[in-house]
């Protein structure tokens, strides 16, 4: 059998290979390879599509084939990838030496046993492979790689951070690093030491931005990160793309200098410096989120579909109340208006969702309560890893009653529900409690309010895209949240009261863009008097960075 057929789909992501399209390999071999003797590397070549890219700009510059093969190497773990690029490459007439071995077991050219020399130019896909997968001996490896260079990562870093790192060390001081990125460069705590990095790393650092997904197996969006010189960074340049069929248009490495904040992501990149300035000067004037209250995560049970239940399953085992507490269900497709009262819940609770957090009183003297529990064990409920480590197994912990719902993963855009229901509520979403002084308005006000376009664009540059077009926002960043001043809040209450029941119905029939729009018009506009073009350019920011984000499914169903 063909060595190509013995390696799956499954096989190449599970060690991170995301074959890339030739135009991408081909816009940064011509951006990275200066001149006929340049060196290049590839840290991690798979099938030569960056080899063969260079090769073909070293012979376009002058280069023969002979010195060609001297001048590139390519590194892989995975034999039958260095058999097909060999392949490959010799197919055009080119050679290169490929190294076997994983990439972190290689010294640099400042260490003791390097084989590989100074190069050039670094080119290439890092692999991608999630914190969850990248374990053991190999994040190990990695996280020392990267902290040999200075940069400390944390265990929650996916395998391309420290293979960047790694990457650049093999640079000539004034050597170019041309690679592409998953969008998490931009946009996760934990790549927060690998942008400070570049900031003193490289004297300029250029990123390519796409619109559309460019790896047809994978849901992540990249960027494409060009860097050179010897830092500090003097400034950085961000060009923004459709696809890869527009990286030969012009010159878009061309300055387009922009200032990304020297600490927390750099999301906003994805928009214009027009946008950008625009954004900082309004959220200047308002306030955070936690200076109305705290976001604190939701109950944590080890496996809901057993601690919650439905009134029918209650009345089955006939488990008293006094073993339970009304919880919001899971989930958050129920929370459609800007409240969720008691009435709420008791539909859910007639229509049998999961409307009980099971709390049960010791000593268990029930029988349907120990029947309950016994059959739980059977299923070896009690060895899910919280329900072990817990005493007993069969009490998860009750999250306060929050004030206020904050539903975290979100399709269009974050909310905050007032709760009135006197229910408490799982990790499927945040809640806020709110301080004392301010909670009776803040409690009625917020959900509205919060429905305007300078917070929406807060929220898509302080959360994290997922795929499928999925906003994330962990409670540090729903921390900081951008919200109108006490002040402000206030004076749209009052001017909104009235129309409360309206904009309500709006949400429960989907019909958000009306009360956005409402919103807008009353607290960016009548109370905050920012200007028709001000408040045009935060709705066009939002609008943009939502569609970004949600792109990745529309396309797909097209």
């Known amino acids: 059998m063909p060595t190509a057929a013995l390696d799956t789909p499954d096989l190449r992501k599970t060690r991170g290979a995301f074959f890339t399209p030739p135009e991408i390999a081909e816009f940064l071999a011509a951006w990275a390879v200066r001149g006929p003797d340049s060196s290049v590397l590839d840290p991690t070549c798979g099938e030569s599509v960056f080899l063969s890219a260079a090769a073909r700009r070293l012979e376009k510059m002058g280069a023969t084939s002979?010195?060609?093969?001297?001048?590139?190497?390519?590194?892989?773990?995975?034999?039958?990838?260095?058999?097909?690029?060999?392949?490959?490459?010799?197919?055009?007439g080119f050679g290169a030496r490929l190294v076997q071995s994983d990439f972190f077991d290689l010294s640099t050219p400042d260490q003791i046993g390097d084989k590989l020399g100074w190069q050039d130019a670094v080119i290439g896909n890092p692999p991608f492979i999630r914190?969850?997968?990248?374990?053991?001996?190999?994040?190990?490896?990695?996280?020392?790689?990267?902290?040999?260079?200075?940069?400390?990562?944390?265990?929650?870093t996916s395998s391309w951070a420290p293979t960047l790192v790694h990457s650049a060390a093999f640079l000539k001081p004034d050597g170019r690093l041309a690679m592409v990125c998953p969008s998490e460069l931009l946009t996760v705590g934990y790549a927060e030491p690998i942008r400070a990095w570049l900031q003193q790393r490289f004297a300029a650092v250029k990123l390519v931005m796409f619109e559309r997904l460019q790896f047809e197996d994978a849901e992540e969006q990249v960027v494409l990160l060009v860097a050179e010189g010897r830092g500090p960074c003097e400034g950085f340049w961000v060009h923004h793309v459709r696809d890869a069929t527009e990286l030969t248009e012009g010159h878009i490495l061309d300055p387009m200098?922009?200032?990304?904040?020297?600490?927390?992501?750099?999301?906003?990149?994805?928009?214009?410096?027009?946008?950008?300035?625009?954004?900082?000067?309004?959220?200047?004037?308002?306030?955070?989120?936690?200076?109305?209250?705290?976001?604190?995560?939701?109950?944590?049970?080890?496996?809901?579909?057993?601690?919650?239940?439905?009134e029918?399953?209650?009345?089955?085992?006939?488990?008293?109340?006094?073993?339970?507490?009304?919880?919001?269900?899971?989930?958050?497709?129920?929370?459609?208006?800007?409240?969720?009262?008691?009435?709420?819940?008791?539909?859910?609770?007639?229509?049998?969702?999961?409307?009980?957090?099971?709390?049960?009183?010791a000593p268990l003297r029930a029988a349907g309560l120990k029947r309950y529990l016994a059959e739980g064990e059977q299923n070896k409920v009690h060895e899910a890893y919280k329900c072990s480590i817990r005493d007993p197994w069969w009490r998860p912990p009750a999250a306060p009653v929050p004030d206020l719902f904050f539903t975290y993963m979100s399709h269009r855009y974050p909310r905050l529900i007032a709760n009135t229901s006197g229910a408490t509520l799982l990790n499927s979403m945040h809640g806020v409690r709110l301080k004392s002084g301010i909670k009776a308005l803040a409690k009625v006000a917020l959900p509205l309010l919060v429905l305007n376009s300078a917070t929406m664009v807060g929220a898509e540059?302080?959360?994290?895209?997922?795929?499928?077009?999925?906003?994330?926002?962990?409670?540090?960043?729903?921390?900081?949240?951008?919200?109108?001043?006490?002040?402000?809040?206030?004076?749209?209450?009052?001017?909104?009261?009235?129309?409360?029941a309206a904009l309500d119905q709006h949400l429960c029939d989907g019909e958000w863009w009306c009360v956005v729009a409402e919103v807008d018009r009353v607290l960016l506009k009548d109370v905050m008097d920012l200007s028709p073009e001000e408040i045009t350019g935060l709705q066009e920011a939002a609008a943009f960075m939502r569609v970004r984000r949600t792109r990745e499914t529309e396309e797909r169903e097209q």
């Open 131 to 156: 914190y969850q997968e990248f374990k053991g001996e190999a994040r190990t490896k990695g996280l020392a790689a990267a902290l040999a260079q200075g940069v400390r990562l944390s265990r929650l």
């Open 257 to 310: 200098p922009t200032s990304p904040a020297a600490t927390g992501k750099w999301s906003d990149l994805a928009l214009s410096s027009q946008h950008r300035s625009l954004i900082k000067r309004i959220h200047a004037r308002m306030k955070r989120l936690d200076d109305y209250g705290t976001p604190e995560l939701g109950g944590v049970t080890g496996n809901n579909a057993f601690f919650t239940m439905s």
């Open 66 to 92: 002979s010195s060609i093969a001297k001048l590139l190497t390519g590194v892989d773990l995975h034999r039958p990838s260095l058999e097909m690029s060999r392949k490959l490459l010799a197919d055009e």
């Open 461 to 500: 540059t302080l959360g994290r895209s997922y795929g499928g077009g999925i906003l994330k926002m962990e409670p540090r960043e729903a921390a900081s949240l951008p919200m109108p001043t006490l002040e402000h809040l206030e004076a749209a209450w009052n001017l909104l009261e009235d129309q409360q």
């Open 312 to 361: 029918r399953t209650r009345r089955e085992y006939n488990i008293d109340l006094k073993h339970l507490v009304p919880i919001s269900p899971p989930g958050t497709r129920h929370l459609k208006g800007l409240a969720f009262s008691r009435a709420d819940w008791e539909e859910r609770r007639l229509e049998n969702e999961r409307v009980w957090l099971l709390q049960p009183e």
